[in-house]
């Protein structure tokens, strides 16, 4: 089973500047049809939307699947983790 990228993180004010992504990786264990139901609970996209980004963590080992706050983010970033599926949350662009 994966490990989650989640980590408490320490508010120094900016962590609800700028907008953050939800990123999935790519996992051998978890069936790719729990990751899309799953990524679309999370995040509240489509069925072709959730598809394409489980592809994209299977072929290039990583994909976003939300864009939004901070907050948000690690919300879904939970719902996602929950299965086994090893996530991230980052912030979109690097200032």
């Known amino acids: 089973m994966s ?7 320490v508010d120094d004010g900016t962590l609800e500047s700028g907008r953050w992504m939800t990123l999935i990786f790519d996992d051998d264990i978890t069936p ?26 299977q072929t290039y080992g990583k994909a976003p699947v939300h864009f939004a706050t901070h907050k948000e983010c690690e919300v879904a970033a939970g719902i996602i983790a929950a299965i086994g599926v090893k996530v991230e949350v980052a912030k979109e662009w690097n200032d």
């Open 3 to 9: 490990q989650t990228a989640l980590q408490p993180k």
């Open 32 to 57: 790719l049809d729990l990751v899309i139901a799953t990524v679309m609970s999370a995040t509240g996209c489509d069925l072709q939307e959730a598809y394409t980004e489980a592809w994209e963590a």
